[in-house]
């Protein structure tokens, strides 16, 4: 039990354009997800706090208007990253919290995104 | 501010038994958790801190010290697949505050 799932895997797009990033928590509902970027040989570090029903809270220095994020039902979020440019090349990841748990995260397998 | 600092990197040979420390400053505490990450993967939970002491799961254990701001995580019988990055993590006002990671080498 517990899966998050991220599609798509990699992406490659060109700079200018945007993508669309979805994550769905597959066999428990989720009343929160988070979304982190994870550069190479870094941690990961939240960009955004996504609950079910209402806006989105982002992180200091993360830009609302460039990382869009939507989360319309307990099982799906969707990050979109708006005129993308190379130094948004990262590894972005997912968690879900269920939410009948306390603490636990379960995380997605991440989104390999490279803008050229 | 929020700060939590873990050695960049180590190593050891297969059947050792090596520790991780983590320190952490943060501005709440609700649990401090560790996590493996293998490079281009997602990480993986390995264990549960919020009260002081030792939590043993097979060859892995994890520490708390909550009065000192420090953890650290125990393997032992080391394998070749315990290579990977280890994250400390820190559960602050709901959100996870991640360590600079530590990456381990396993050697045969």
């Known amino acids: 039990g517990a899966v998050v799932s991220q599609h798509p895997s990699w992406v490659i797009c060109k700079s200018g354009t945007s993508v669309k990033i979805e994550c769905r928590s597959l066999d428990f509902q989720a009343t929160t997800m988070f979304w982190y970027r994870q550069f190479p040989k870094q941690s990961l570090m939240l960009m955004a706090t996504?609950?079910?029903?209402?806006?989105?809270?982002?992180e200091q220095g993360v830009e609302k208007d460039k990382f869009l994020i939507n989360h319309a039902s307990l099982t799906l979020s969707t990050l979109t990253v708006t005129s993308a440019h190379p130094e948004d090349s990262s590894f972005y990841i997912c968690?879900?919290?269920?939410?009948?748990?306390?603490?636990?995260?379960?995380f997605g397998p991440g989104t390999r995104l490279t803008v050229t | 501010g929020q700060n939590i600092d873990q050695p960049t990197e180590m190593t050891a040979t297969e059947g050792a038994i090596v520790q991780i420390n983590c320190t952490y400053q943060t501005s709440g505490f609700n649990g401090l958790f560790w996590y493996q990450q293998h490079a281009g993967e997602a990480p993986t939970f390995l264990s549960y801190n919020v009260l002081d002491g030792l939590e043993e799961k097979g060859r892995f254990s994890s520490f708390l010290s909550r009065s000192k701001g420090y953890s650290y995580l125990l393997l032992k019988e080391l394998q070749m697949k315990d290579s990977a990055s280890y994250l400390c993590?820190?559960?602050?006002?709901?959100?996870?505050?991640f360590g600079t990671g530590t990456r381990l080498l396993v050697s045969p």
């Open positions: 993590a820190v559960r602050s006002f709901q959100k996870l505050v």
């Open positions: 968690s879900a919290r269920d939410r009948w748990s306390s603490y636990e995260q379960y």
């Open positions: 996504s609950n079910e029903g209402s806006k989105a809270t982002y």
